[in-house]
């Protein structure tokens, strides 16, 4: 298409993910939180790595050849550990806890391009041979983390329809970036590696259009939670639901709270760790005006039904 090697797919998933992303800035024009804007890079970087992908590589580039491999490259190594990024922080969803942060994820995938397909390259001249030293330890260890990541998130203690769908649209998100390598190394199919990216991207809108969804059916029993002050409660008939004072994750942990779990229960549901549904209540205590979860309940829960 446009006298490049973009496939009409490629582009098609680059209109809708910019769509999403137009709509997103769109909704949020008068938000600031934190996880709005990590959505929001999480699009552009979808976009870019259609965009560089799809465009890229072309005979009249500036520079030498190889340059655009190492831009496409580049942009897909930080869009797949940026989206293991994304569920980490969003979802609290840690897979790896030994040596195993952010930071040296795109540390050692760095590093691996530059060891495994570069060096390679140069000495070679080949790209196919590149490739193939690449992607394949690669595939090898994503597919070591998709499996790590599946018994991590899976047989939760008390699931409800919502984490289980969770579950499953995060299990096509990191299934997502298990495949790439082997889609790179089938050979340049479009058509076949941007369908299996861009679904990452749909799974993750599709589990925030849920949570947001989630939210709203549960407006009647936290509003109670969130209207602290006489104007805020004066306001209730307009079916507000105010998130200023809790986050997101808080907002979870709430209603777990409220529904009578145990902490041990709402940790093993949400796949974080006990001490840290603590630290979330700790906060929800502090932010809702209770000293402790028996007063959260005998304040809230009877508000709620």
């Given amino acids: 298409m446009f006298g490049t090697s973009i496939h009409w797919t490629t582009f098609f998933y680059l209109l809708i993910d910019t769509v999403i992303v137009l709509l997103t800035l769109y909704f949020s024009r008068k938000k600031t939180r934190s996880s709005l804007r990590r959505f929001l890079y999480l699009g552009f970087l979808f976009i870019a790595y259609n965009a560089t992908g799809g465009f890229l590589p072309v005979e009249d580039f500036p520079g030498p050849f190889i340059l655009q491999y190492i831009i496409t490259y580049g942009v897909a190594i930080t869009l797949c550990v940026y989206i293991v990024y994304y569920l980490y922080k969003e979802y609290d969803i840690v897979v790896l806890k030994f040596n195993s942060s952010i930071r040296n994820l795109a540390i050692l995938a ?3 391009f530059i060891v495994l397909f570069l ?30 990541f599946y018994r991590r ?28 390598p082997i889609c790179t190394v089938i050979g340049d199919y479009q058509w076949i590696t941007f369908t299996v990216m861009n679904l ?12 947001y969804l989630y939210f709203i059916e549960n407006n009647n029993r936290m509003y109670e939670v969130f209207a602290l002050k006489k104007k805020q409660r004066d306001e209730s008939v307009e079916r507000k639901i105010i998130y200023e004072d809790l986050t997101r994750r808080e907002i979870e942990v709430a209603l777990s709270i409220l529904s009578n779990l145990s902490y041990k229960n709402i940790a093993k549901d949400l796949f974080i760790a006990e001490s840290t549904v603590s630290k979330h209540a700790s906060n929800i205590f502090k932010k809702t005006g209770v000293k402790n979860r028996r007063e959260f309940l005998k304040r809230f829960r009877k508000k709620s039904k």
């Avoid at 394949?136 to 260890?141: D, E, G, K, T």
């Avoid at 990452?200 to 949570?211: G, K, L, P, V």
């Fill in 153 to 180: 998130i899976s047989n939760p203690s008390n699931p409800n329809a919502f984490i289980l769908r969770r579950n499953k649209l995060s299990m096509v998100s990191v299934a997502s970036i298990a495949l790439l």
């Fill in 119 to 148: 060096i390679p390259y140069f000495l070679t001249d080949s790209l196919k041979s590149a490739r193939f030293l690449f992607t394949i330890p690669i595939s090898i260890l994503a597919f070591i983390f998709l499996f790590i």
């Fill in 110 to 112: 760095s590093v691996s």
């Fill in 200 to 211: 990452a991207f749909f799974a993750i809108t599709a589990i925030e259009a849920d949570r």
